[in-house]
């Protein structure tokens, strides 16, 4: 996706840079809120290593928002698999996904 990316920018070795480390940055700084949320919301050694928030949510009774944690990640990888199948330029590459 980087590589696609590279040939749109005007300085290349700069905006990637700062997309990478930015991009990078961002995730970061969401993951540990997350990781707070959670250790916020349901004891250290209560936490299921398997299904941490989607337990986590039915511990403190919010049955509905246990599924939306547990839909979410489909939909997501539906949307970057749409994403890359539009970004393709051949239209062979329609058929591998």
Not at 1 to 8: C, G, H, L, P, W
Not at 17 to 32: E, F, K, N, P, R
Not at 86 to 95: E, M, Q, R, V, Y
Request: with cysteine; charged share 10%; glycine share 4%.
């Amino acid at each position: 996706m980087v590589a696609s990316m590279a040939k749109e920018t005007k300085h290349p070795a700069r905006d990637i840079l700062i997309g990478l480390v930015g991009s990078m940055s961002m995730i970061t700084v969401i993951y540990c809120l997350m990781a707070l949320a959670l250790t916020m919301v349901v004891k250290y050694t209560q936490i299921d290593i398997n299904a941490a928030y989607s337990v986590a949510f039915e511990q403190i009774g919010m049955k509905w928002a246990k599924y939306l944690v547990s839909v979410s990640p489909a939909i997501s990888l539906q949307s970057t698999k749409n994403f890359m199948v539009l970004k393709t330029s051949t239209p062979c590459s329609l058929f591998f996904f």
